[in-house]
């Protein structure tokens, strides 16, 4: 991988954050959700229909991903040390990475890491409002996120695809230039 991309990698790490803030600021600032104001529940705060499949509902997470591990109190603080600790360990592997959708990847995921540690700290939990809960209304199940998530999603499984599936193509192509 160049240098420059490298660079460019680095430089999509605050891109992520400052969109993700943004958003969530944008979203915390809206009346119809009284955001701050229900800081305390874990239910929708606020909604605004935007389709039948999608809408911004704010929703205070204080879990992990898909609102799981609801955490308080000192799990709170936990649960911001190991998520640092993570993105920390990714950031240090991007620096080191050899593979241009490895970094992609742990870029995507710092990045997003970063976003939503930023909200435990100053809040408790993470502010989600992005809600495709209309295309899984029949199967009963929410999914709301923000920005920070969908980058760590997306993080996730270009991950997955280039660790696991395109480093065997990579090892198989190395195997067949062997024989």
Do not use: H
Request: aromatic share 14%; hydrophobic share 55%.
């Amino acid at each position: 991988m160049s240098q420059r991309f490298r660079y460019l990698l680095l430089a999509l790490i605050p891109v992520i954050v400052i969109l993700d803030q943004w958003t969530k600021y944008l979203v915390l600032n809206e009346p119809r959700f009284n955001a701050l104001g229900c800081l305390d529940q874990t239910q929708r705060c606020g909604q605004i229909e935007v389709s039948g499949i999608f809408d911004l509902s704010m929703v205070w997470n204080r879990g992990v991903s898909f609102g799981i591990g609801q955490s308080e109190g000192i799990m709170r603080w936990v649960l911001v040390l190991l998520t640092t600790a993570i993105a920390i360990g990714f950031f240090i592997w991007l620096l080191r990475v050899g593979r241009k959708w490895t970094g992609l990847a742990l870029a995507l995921v710092v990045g997003g890491a970063v976003g939503n540690v930023i909200d435990r700290v100053v809040f408790g939990a993470v502010v989600d409002f992005l809600d495709f809960s209309g295309i899984w209304r029949p199967y009963f199940f929410n999914y709301v996120f923000n920005v920070a998530d969908a980058a760590i999603s997306v993080g996730a499984v270009l991950l997955f695809v280039d660790q696991f599936l395109m480093s065997r193509e990579d090892s198989a192509a190395g195997a067949d230039k062997t024989d």
